[in-house]
């Protein structure tokens, strides 16, 4: 045999197990390709689960964000309180004012990083995390004084119906001569026992005619009654009583107060008013009286226009409020030119009036909340002119604490009570006040 055929006997077979193999080999690369799409099919499935992990991070950064902002503007809360004071304007989010109130600043809603895809954050839908608190307002400050609140939003009418009452009381025992020995006395014993009560009903409108000042007009109608009871002993006893009631139009006033600074944190808020009064009200000068100079009629008004600045600060410390308030009321002269009991009466000097005031509102809740406060008032003397003569009356201090109570009905009606108690010998006895502020639009 030779050698070509020996050599195609010797690699016949080697050929026919090559052609065999071949079957192996297609099926070795065809599960290969099967693992490795398995393995594509899993990494894809991995980055679409490191895409949602990535995109809910993300969420949750924005939350965070969010949530950030929120604490950092904690301190602004003041301003919705100051601003539910009376409504001064100022909410501290802008998406959870549901009242009639201004929006002054709103939180932003936060951006993704730059590092996160684009595409992904704009499909992604946004799921809430976490459970969103109620929507409550803030805690209300309504009991605060209406002389040291802030201001009427722009726009917004409040309505105030109010009903005061005020009693004063006084009991005088004067003694007149000597005194020879304990219990023998000579000379003329004089005891006096006044009650005086007034109440009055009045419309009180305000209006906000931009974010910083405020207009307002009261009308009042007064009722009064006065009982004075005289004792004089002397040789023989003499008991005088004197018992009036009268009723009629009280003296309208006219007030302006605006906002002088803007609300900035841990720094007081001042407020400038002014007040007039007028003398709409029934004069004390021209009421009729009888021969001896006693009022038959009891005067509503005190015959004279007077003006009153004052100046206001409001500090807020959450959930307080600190106020003190600053006043000073000027009377206007007025020209009498009448003859009572045959003297004349040229004109008259009232005297004025400086007023300082000085407390706290604390609220309990988003509802209910009350104040604690003193004021104090120095009255100079008035003036009477006669002809040739010029009398003076003596000075009085009036000083009493205050405390107020105020419950929030609803978003737009509020009952606010006041109670005074006097604290000098000139003070009334007790002042009590109710208001039902309404606002409009």
Known sequence: MSGAALLAAAGAPQIVHAQAATPDVAAQIQSLEARLAKQERQLQAQQAELADQHRQIVQQQTVISRQTQQIDDLGGVRNQILRDLRGAGYNVYASSAPGPEQSVTAIPPPTAPSSAPPTQIAAAPQQPVGEAPPDERRPQLAAVPPESSVLTPHGKL???????????????????????????????????????????????????L????????????????????????????????????????????????????????????????????????????????????????????????????????????????????????????????????GVTINKVEPGDVATVSMGMGFALNSRFSYSLGYKYAYLWPSAIDFPGDRERSKSAQVGVVALGFSFRLTDRIWIN?????????????????????????
């Open 158 to 208: 409040v309505i105030e119906p109010q009903i005061e009452y005020t009693n004063t009381a006084s009991h005088i025992l004067v003694f007149r001569g000597v005194e020879i020995v304990p219990g023998i006395q000579l000379g003329v014993i004089e005891a006096s026992d006044t009650n005086r009560a007034a109440g009055s009903a009045a419309i009180d409108a305000r209006y906000g």
């Open 210 to 341: 931009t974010s910083r000042l405020e207009v307002e007009l009261r009308v009042p109608y007064l009722w009064r009654a006065d009982r004075i009871s005289v004792v004089q002993q002397r040789d023989t006893q003499i008991t005088r009583e004197i018992s009036l009631q009268d009723q009629d139009i009280g003296d309208i006033e006219f007030s302006a107060r605006y906002q002088i600074n803007q609300i900035k944190p841990n720094f007081p808020i001042f407020i400038a008013g002014l007040r007039v009064k007028s003398d709409t009200g029934s004069n004390p000068f021209t009421v009729p009286r009888d021969q001896f100079g006693v009022e038959e009629k009891l005067a509503t008004g005190s015959g004279y226009w007077s003006a009153e600045p004052s100046i206001t600060m409001l500090y807020p410390t959450d959930p307080a409020v600190i106020y003190a308030t600053a006043s000073y009321a000027y009377g206007f002269e007025q020209s009498i030119k009448k003859t009572i009991s």
């Open 417 to 441: 009570s006041t109670y005074e108690f006097g604290t000098t010998a000139d003070a009334p006895n007790t002042h009590i006040m109710f208001r039902i502020p309404i606002t409009f639009w």
